[in-house]
């Protein structure tokens, strides 16, 4: 099974609103990374927050790490519709393997 | 600066057939990783090349095979292709091996028909 898991699968919200999405896993890791990918092809690289981390910014963008709960969310605040895309979690783990979760499909409506 | 290039953009073969895609990092990059996004399932990790040697792979059956190249370019090999390998393969590089970030290239859309 995957090591991360999003939820929702998928969030619709209105402009301008913000957005949160959740990641779960399961084993140990060295840091944990967010990704969005427009239209399925290639995925742009969001924020990396090591496991020593608790939170970090980015912009409209703030990523939290729960380590004892195995946990991370992605907030993405005032959203656009530029926003409208899949964003993915991807754990670094401790026997070097990165693991993707299936996404969550974000759809700004307008 | 160029980002992660992969070719070719599309490719079209017949099952049993061999596949062969290719992945440019960008430059200074010395780790390549190959991923499958097959509908439904999400990014699987497939390989991970690191100085020219592979250091990791997923769980793949070994037709799934690659290697990189000396200026750190890559190859991955998909023999005996079954219609299940259809799939959009994502190519992406980083400088080093922990906690680096990753850049994507735009992919290859592989169809076995």
């Known amino acids: 099974s995957q090591q991360g898991e999003e939820d929702p699968q998928a969030l619709s919200i209105q402009e301008g609103e913000n957005a949160t999405m959740n990641c779960s896993y399961k084993?140990?890791?060295?840091?944990l990374q967010w990704y969005r990918q427009n239209s399925g092809r290639g995925l742009v690289h969001l924020i990396l927050i090591r496991s020593n981390e608790r939170e970090k910014h980015s912009g409209r963008l703030r990523v939290t790490l729960d380590t004892s709960k195995k946990s991370s969310s992605l907030l993405i605040t005032a959203s656009r519709a530029a926003d409208t895309a899949s964003y993915f979690c991807a754990t670094d783990a401790e026997d070097d393997k990165i693991i993707f979760g299936k996404g969550t499909r974000l759809h700004i409506l307008p | 600066e160029a980002g992660v290039t992969q070719s070719p953009t599309h490719l079209i073969k017949t099952r049993g057939q061999q596949a062969t895609l290719r992945c440019s990092p960008i430059s200074g990059h010395t780790s390549v990783y190959w991923y499958q996004q097959a509908l439904g399932l999400g990014l699987q990790f497939l390989l991970w090349y690191d100085e020219g040697e592979e250091r990791n792979r997923g769980n793949f059956p070994p037709r799934f095979s690659g290697r990189q190249f000396p200026n750190y370019s890559s190859e991955l090999n998909v023999n005996a292709l079954e219609l299940e390998d259809s799939a959009l393969y994502l190519c992406?590089?980083?400088?080093?091996?922990?906690?680096?970030?990753?850049?994507f290239g735009p992919g290859t859309r592989l169809t076995v028909t």
């Open positions: 084993t140990s890791i060295n840091n």
């Open positions: 992406a590089s980083s400088l080093g091996t922990y906690g680096y970030e990753q850049y």
